[in-house]
């Protein structure tokens, strides 16, 4: 048997921390690693239990999520830790900035168990979890911010089929739906997905999205 996903949960709500650790340590292959209730606590703690993925609130005192994951995920880090964001939408304008600085994905909080226990599972594996009910909107919404205005499509190094799935990527779409879209299989949407990853020196789908926004690939 492999060894269960060791889960650091970060949240300053007690009932929904004790919830989210309930949840998690009755699961045979995941078992909960510790818990806070402020960033520079997880930070701190995750240096010390050294868990496969660190559950991340936003809000939280002493030093807030969006912080604590870039201490814990961002560029720079010798030994980066995956972070999943569990957060309250319409509340939070901080989860693009925590997808920039290093995290691996985001829920919301209102998800219920499978999805949250599904998510912990995708990102334990080196893949990143986008919510597609709000990917577009989430990222949409704050991307204008921050896109250089300078930056287009010619700065990219892709072919015009790699641009096609860099932008259904940004939209939220799994593989599977991206392969529907434009009629290829699976298999080969995860080459032109490695392809993508490898071209633009990027980590992961979080990244990819973002890169998309930035360089203006979508609106």
């Given at each position: 048997m492999s060894a269960p996903i060791r889960v650091l949960v970060c949240d300053d709500q007690m009932l929904v921390r004790t919830g989210l650790v309930t949840i998690i340590g009755a699961q045979p292959d995941m078992?909960?690693?510790?818990?806070?209730?402020?960033?520079?606590?997880?930070v701190d703690l995750a240096g010390k239990v050294r868990p496969d993925v660190v559950v991340m609130d936003?809000?939280?005192?002493?030093?807030?999520?969006?912080?604590?994951?870039?201490?814990?995920?961002?560029?720079?880090?010798p030994h980066p830790v995956k972070v999943l964001v569990v957060t309250t939408f319409n509340l939070d304008e901080y989860v693009y900035e925590a997808l920039r600085v290093g995290a691996s994905g985001f829920l919301l909080k209102d998800a219920p168990p499978d999805r949250l226990l599904h998510g912990i599972r995708t990102v334990a594996t080196g893949a990143a979890l986008l919510d597609?009910?709000?990917?577009?909107?989430?990222?949409?919404?704050?991307?204008?911010r921050i896109r250089p205005a300078e930056k287009t499509h010619r700065d990219t190094p892709l072919t015009p089929r790699e641009l096609e799935v860099l932008r259904l990527i940004a939209d939220g779409l799994s593989n599977s739906e991206i392969a529907a879209t434009l009629v290829i299989s699976p298999e080969t949407v995860k080459t032109?997905?490695?392809?993508?990853?490898?071209?633009?020196?990027?980590?992961?789908?979080?990244?990819?999205?973002?890169?998309?926004y930035r360089h203006g690939l979508v609106t």
């Open positions: 078992e909960v690693a510790g818990e806070c209730g402020d960033g520079r606590t997880g936003i809000r939280m005192p002493v030093l807030d999520g969006l912080e604590a994951t870039r201490l814990l995920a961002g560029a720079g880090v597609p009910d709000v990917t577009r909107r989430l990222v949409g919404r704050y991307a204008a032109f997905v490695s392809r993508i990853l490898t071209k633009l020196q990027l980590r992961d789908r979080v990244q990819a999205v973002v890169y998309a």
